[in-house]
């Protein structure tokens, strides 16, 4: 535990920081203003949390201040894209280090273990830390959820944390690419089953002849190809939670079978008399229309409602906008992690082009970019350059829209023919322009028969 003190004059900001914080069991204190914060400089805190720009001053000039007052507390400049250069500035004043606004997670619990871990050389320490301390000189880069600030995101935030507590089973729907494996995973985390298996099971991948082996495991010799005995994924997730993706796409025969398990909580693998009881929690993500899919007799209305005893709308990347930055940079991190690269941010350019696109395939489609740019960057920052043409001219981005709509059955054999003329024959983009994944793209194909 450390006591910080966090100097911002960005209300909504110092809330959230200050929140991230406490839940990580830090004492905050916030002050808005250097003059308010010039009150409470009596050396108490561990670590200082510094805007550089205040209302009634700017921030490198108020470490003078309190390397005056309280000379062994380290400092860690606050910055925004542009104030790079400011930070490093500040740096090479007695600045401990720097963290990018919106903030990562991790880098600030980085920082602070750093800072709290060696205070010995925070008071006159005039050589700047390798440049890339904000983010890619964090020791782990996991795959770990990060929310965001926009209110959609807010709202995703609260709906997890009240269902995951209790044994709910979770319908989590949102279009391609948007997270619901993710929010899947969060709402595990945040369970009392986190100490047990997370299975997740893609429904749209499992052929319907062997699904109730994958689902419930088979006894040796039940059928040809069974050589051993073999736990299903039921069996697997006993104790935790079994996550059943693109669940729209099970077969009815399938279905039935899933709906027995779910309401019995009992399993009998292929070629067994023996029941087993399993103690699971289930969520399941669709990007379909899955009350449709009810409608048209498609799916089992009696199966959606044990499934859907709460939901959750993940939002499309377009909806929270004001979260692309931080997402981004969360993906900058991971590639120049996976990439062994080291690039420190994006460029003006950049960033307005990232800000312009409507992103269709949303989160995955955002990290995939930025994989890519970070492969072909040899600078410092991502430019415009090297992001994908598609990207970059808007024009032609706002040719998927008319695509959108998939998931209206009447005309959607039409849609795909479309889409897949316009990409002559490209199945990934016809997928992307279609907003759906790929292998719903291929389910879709063989519903339609245009898969030869
Ligand atoms: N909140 C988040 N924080 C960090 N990374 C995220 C977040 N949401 C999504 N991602 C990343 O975006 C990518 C897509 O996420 P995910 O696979 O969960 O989407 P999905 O909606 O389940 O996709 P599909 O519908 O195609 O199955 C993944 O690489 C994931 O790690």
Redesign the pocket.
């Known amino acids: 535990m450390a006591t910080i003190l966090v100097i911002d004059d960005d209300v909504t900001f110092s809330l959230l920081i200050e929140r991230f914080l406490v839940r990580y069991d830090h004492e905050v204190t916030v002050r808005h203003s250097l003059k308010e914060a010039s009150t409470v400089l009596d050396g108490a805190f561990d670590i200082i949390f510094l805007d550089l720009r205040l209302p009634d001053g700017d921030g490198i000039s108020f470490l003078d201040v309190i390397k005056e007052q309280t000379p062994g507390t380290p400092v860690v400049i606050m910055t925004n894209y542009a104030e790079v250069a400011s930070a490093v500035n500040a740096m090479k004043k007695g600045a401990f280090d720097y963290i990018s606004k919106p903030f990562q997670q991790e880098a600030v619990l980085n920082v602070i273990e750093n800072a709290t871990k060696d205070t010995s050389n925070a008071e006159n320490e005039v050589v700047p830390k390798k440049k890339l301390s904000s983010t890619t000189e964090r020791k782990e880069v996991s795959?770990?959820?990060?929310?965001?600030i926009s209110n959609a995101s807010k709202k995703l935030a609260e709906y997890i944390s009240l269902v995951a507590p209790t044994d709910m089973s979770v319908l989590i729907t949102?279009?391609?690419?948007?997270?619901?494996?993710?929010?899947?995973?969060?709402i595990h985390l945040q369970s009392s089953r986190k100490g047990y298996p997370f299975i997740a099971v893609?429904c749209g991948a499992i052929p319907k002849e062997i699904a109730s082996s994958e689902f419930f495991g088979h006894v040796k010799g039940s059928f040809t190809g069974a050589v051993t005995d073999k736990k299903g994924h039921f069996e697997e997730a006993n104790g935790g939670t079994i996550f059943l993706?693109?669940v729209g796409n099970l077969s009815y025969e399938n279905q039935i079978q899933l709906l027995r398990a779910l309401q019995e909580r009992k399993i009998k693998p292929v070629g067994s008399s023996k029941e087993i009881d399993v103690d699971i929690r289930v969520l399941a993500?669709t990007?379909e229309n899955l009350l449709k899919a009810v409608e048209l007799g498609e799916f089992r209305e009696d199966l959606y409602h044990r499934l859907n005893e709460f939901s959750v709308k993940?939002p499309s990347l377009i909806d929270r906008m004001e979260d692309l930055m931080i997402?981004a940079e969360?993906?900058l991190a991971i590639a120049n992690k996976k990439l062994g690269k080291q690039v420190i941010g994006f460029d003006k350019d950049a960033i307005a082009c990232l800000q312009k696109y409507n992103w269709p395939g949303?989160?995955?489609e955002?990290?995939n970019v930025i994989k890519r740019s970070v492969l072909l960057t040899t600078g410092d920052y991502i430019t415009e350059s090297v992001l994908p043409s598609e990207v970059c001219e808007v024009s032609e981005t706002h040719d998927t829209t008319v695509f959108n709509t998939l998931s209206t059955k009447d005309n959607e054999k039409a849609l795909i023919i479309a889409a897949l003329e316009k990409t002559n024959n490209n199945k990934t983009l016809a997928a992307k322009l279609l907003n759906v994944?790929r292998?719903?793209l291929y389910n879709k194909l063989k519903t339609y028969g245009l898969d030869s």
Do not use: I, P
């Open positions: 795959g770990e959820m990060v929310f965001g949102g279009k391609s690419g948007t997270g619901k494996e993710v929010v899947a995973k969060s893609d993706d693109e993500a990007n993940v997402f969360h993906f949303n989160l995955r955002l990290q994944s292998k719903t």
